[in-house]
């Protein structure tokens, strides 16, 4: 009996394979010349990082808002960092700005233009599928504000009153996606500029970050005359902090503006400062020394402990520098492992290792469905372990937020892997064939 073949159209045929599963798993490993390898490793760390934080915080509230403080004076000098988690979205929006800004800058260096309309809706394809499948999923399990979700999609979530927003972790998308719409026109000016004239505006962006953010601290009482707790947690004056201060564009854009201005000199200026800085090592050292003690003192100052974070000039000077301080760290600690100036550190040894890029390549993913996941291991752990008499109270709290972050990294890894097989990734891959049809769908996604 004679075998009948199928042969799909051409387009059908290549639309089918945007989602074939085994290709957009070995996607995942993919790596090229272009791959950063030490952003992978830093990208999942944030998300894990992130994860920590948020483990503590669901377990606190559970109980009470207060509970997420005691925590906070009984931890131990070397868990201070998961209370500064806040620093781990400021590392995501360096390494953010970073990567778009490169391929923004590369555009222009090679073709003296950006394709605005190409840019804007790679950008939207590359984030919004997965996220309206999550936002879906947020809606049917009848998630607070769930009918605010329009706002999500729309990527201005963080316009609305705190209390009225849904999925309120997503407020990071909104700051970039508005971050994002504006970038391209700014560098379509200052990108064909004189070095010299880039680097002053985008100096002076930086400064005018500082600026806002002491405007914005000392305009409204409630941030000046209030403890970093108040802050966090006190209805009416937590409100003020969050949407004037926390979540919004023009107080958070700093740490976007120094990942372009690492892009900025990675692409124009790699070979000259790499030069100076093996000409002029003792100020090289200097930088790096002091870059690496600034990195730690905001990694571990307990700012969420009653007696560090009482109101007062020094707690308005933190509010006013800390984002962009840590931002500017992080910055440095890029480049100069960017520039192979000497063999590199333990750290960036390890963050480089290329094992972490299928977990980065994931860490969108995770990011939006994390809080959701955690309240179900919480709860799962803690049922479990609650039936262990044996155990301390103390020993209790400690082993329901170790086990239940630990659960949470695997869930979220899987789930991560499911959204980028059957969503993220053939989504990306329909994203590249409309824009570049003669390109390949298999080809492993860029950022933007």
Known sequence: MPVVTVRLPTRMATLLRCWSVPANFAALYRQDHSTFHLINGLRFFSFAWILAFHTVLVYALKIDKQQFFL??????????????????????????????????????????????PRFYFRRYLRLTPVYALIALLYWWGAGSNADMLWANLLYINNFLPVDDMAMRWTWTLAVEEQFYLALPLALLWLGRAPGRHFWRWMTGLLLLSFAIRALVVFWFPELRLHSMQNLLATPGISDIYYEKLYDNLLTRYGPFVLGVMTAWLYLHRRPALAHWFSQHTGQFRALDAGALLLFLWLLFYPVNQSVHGEPGGFLQA??????????????????????????????????????????????????????????????????????????????????????????????????????????????????????????????SPSPA
């Open 71 to 116: 925590l906070a004076d009984q931890a131990p000098l070397s868990l201070w960092w998961v209370w500064n988690a806040d620093k781990a979205v400021d590392l995501f929006f360096v390494v953010s700005g970073f990567l778009i800004g490169l391929i923004l800058l590369r555009e222009i260096h090679k073709t003296g233009d950006i394709d605005l």
């Open 318 to 443: 933190y509010l006013v520098s800390h984002h962009n301080l840590f931002a500017l760290t992080v910055s440095w600690f890029m480049l100069r492992s960017f520039l192979n100036l000497r063999r590199p550190n333990l750290l960036a040894r390890f963050l480089s290792w290329r094992g972490w890029q299928p977990f980065s390549q994931l860490t969108y993913s995770m990011y939006l469905t994390h809080l959701m996941i955690i309240g179900f291991a919480l709860a799962n752990v803690q049922a479990n372990l609650q039936a262990l008499t044996l155990l301390t109270s103390g020993t209790l709290v400690v082993y329901t937020l170790l086990l239940g972050f630990l659960l949470s990294l695997l869930l979220s890894i899987l789930v991560g892997i499911l959204c980028w097989l059957l969503v993220e990734k053939p989504f990306l891959n329909l994203r590249d064939w409309i824009s570049e049809p003669d390109s390949t769908t298999h080809t």
